[in-house]
């Protein structure tokens, strides 16, 4: 049974992005520990959990939601761990390639048509669920028109029933703050700067401040006079990612992060933010953030620990995003 919304059908290509993720060199991985920092894991997508591969977690959200035609980039031998149950194209990743590359190579295997949608979504999201794909798939639905890239963001109040197992950094926006998840929507043929996927990863994913700093370069190359502001709205989202990270020592010093960070997320619209990346991705139409009621949607397996810690909690956490997935049907 096919549960996707208007105007999309079982025929929206999927591609399911599983490749060998790039690491911290061994010095940042040295730096890491000694600063109490997680362990980066490497072939996510393809490691046990819950005596399943992480990847057939996401093959079955798929499936459940009615997607009949999947793509899978990822390397070789990854590719040749995936089960024969589930029916799938593979592409194999070219060794060292990144994301931006591993996207431009999908794109010519997948050829989509001019104007036509592919759902771009990540192979290590064990919890995120067929609701949740429908969800987002309404919110571009009725957006097609306006934007060429959509991306998925589970607002910090979804992801807060979660943070007895993790606590995680937010996006904050003047509308609404929350965790990036493995959910997108692109129109390629309208989407012309691909590379700065690569910028946004080593800045979000990696933690490096050297990648920030090129990427404020960019701004200041490709956005003109939008630049200042886009320079000066992206340190304060920088800074309050740090302030996010106060909040948890608790007492005055808590307290204190807590004010800089409601102040700073009153600076910074999101539509504001979405036009600096549509100029950032050269989105013709444009750029928008789908706010999800699913905390899920934002746990991943970047991290040894955390992977331990969705092991020992699986049950409970399966159980959480069934009651928001519940809680979302009957909203609507």
Not at 40 to 45: D, H, I, R, S
Not at 194 to 203: C, E, L, M, R, T
Not at 205 to 224: H, P, V
Not at 301 to 322: K, S
């Amino acid at each position: 049974m096919s549960l996707l919304p208007q105007p999309f059908t079982p025929e929206l290509k999927v591609l399911i992005l599983a490749g060998s993720n790039e690491l911290p060199s061994p010095r940042e991985v040295e730096v890491r520990a000694r600063r109490g920092k997680e362990t980066p894991l490497e072939g996510k997508a393809f490691l046990r959990l819950h005596g399943r591969l992480v990847i057939e977690y996401v093959f079955d959200w798929i499936r459940e939601a009615g997607l009949e035609q999947v793509w899978v980039l990822a390397p070789a031998e990854c590719l040749a761990l995936i089960p024969e149950s589930y029916a799938f194209t593979p592409i194999e990743q070219t060794p060292g390639a990144s994301l931006a590359t591993n996207l431009q190579k999908a794109k010519g295997i997948l050829q989509p048509a001019d104007g036509e949608p592919t759902l771009v979504v990540f192979g290590d999201h064990p919890l995120t669920t067929a609701r949740a794909l429908y969800d987002f798939l309404s919110f571009c639905g009725a957006r097609l028109h306006e934007a060429d890239f959509f991306h998925g963001l589970a607002t910090t109040e979804a992801y807060a029933a979660f943070s007895q197992y993790f606590q995680r950094t937010s996006v904050w926006m003047r509308e609404a703050s929350g965790r990036a998840t493995g959910l997108n929507l692109v129109v390629s043929s309208r989407v012309h700067r691909v590379p700065a996927a690569d910028h946004i990863y080593s800045v979000r994913k990696l933690e490096r401040l050297g990648r920030f700093l090129s990427m404020l370069a960019r701004q200041i190359y490709l956005l003109g006079g939008l630049a200042p502001h886009a320079v000066w709205d992206s340190v304060r989202m920088y800074v309050a990612k740090d302030f996010e990270k106060g909040i948890r020592r608790g007492g005055w010093f808590g307290r204190f992060c807590q004010r800089r960070v409601d102040a700073l997320r009153r600076r910074v619209p999101m539509a504001r933010l979405e036009s600096y990346a549509a100029r950032l991705f050269g989105a013709e139409r444009g750029v928008r953030v789908a706010p999800l009621a699913h905390g899920g949607t934002a746990i991943d397996v970047d991290f040894a620990e955390e992977l331990a810690v969705i092991e020992e909690n699986w049950g409970d956490m399966v159980e959480l995003t069934r009651k928001q997935d519940a809680e979302s049907a009957a909203r609507s």
